[in-house]
Nanobody, 121 residues
Framework: VQLQASGGGLVQTGESLRLSCAVS????????MGWFRQAPGKEREFVAA???????YYADSMKGRFTISRDNAKNTVYLQMNGLKPEDTGVYYC????????????????WGQGTQVTVSS
């Protein structure tokens, strides 16, 4: 399974971005997909997960501003980020796993290369 994350960039506080994670090599609907982020000098942080049934789960701090979605036909997962804040700055990674616990605790075998999100104040 290969994951390609894209959509990052430099935005101002309060603006929005939509990240994409294109999956190749396997059918997307077999996997639970997740987004993580890593700020400079910090550990990788769970953001959100989505099951093939479209059920979702978010880290508490992301609820209300971030929305994860998936298009199984396009083999793509999205992360819509609204109301961005400087503390949202970091490299955002997508991941895939068949086991939620492995995904949730960043033990997935499959990771995208990361896309940089920078939010200026």
């Amino acid at each position: 399974v290969q994951l390609q994350a894209s959509g990052g960039g430099l935005v101002q506080t309060g603006e929005s971005l939509r990240l994409s994670c294109a999956v190749s090599g396997r059918t997307l609907n077999r996997y639970i997909m997740g987004w993580f982020r890593q700020a400079p000098g910090k550990e990788r942080e769970f953001v959100a997960a989505i099951w093939w049934t479209a059920g979702t789960y978010y880290a508490d701090s992301m609820k209300g501003r971030f929305t994860i979605s998936r298009d199984n036909a396009k083999n793509t997962v999205y992360l819509q980020m609204n109301g961005l804040k400087p503390e949202d700055t970091g490299v955002y990674y997508c991941a895939a796993d068949m086991d939620y616990n492995d995904l949730r605790w960043a033990r997935s075998d499959y990771w995208g290369q990361g896309t940089q999100v920078t939010v200026s104040s």
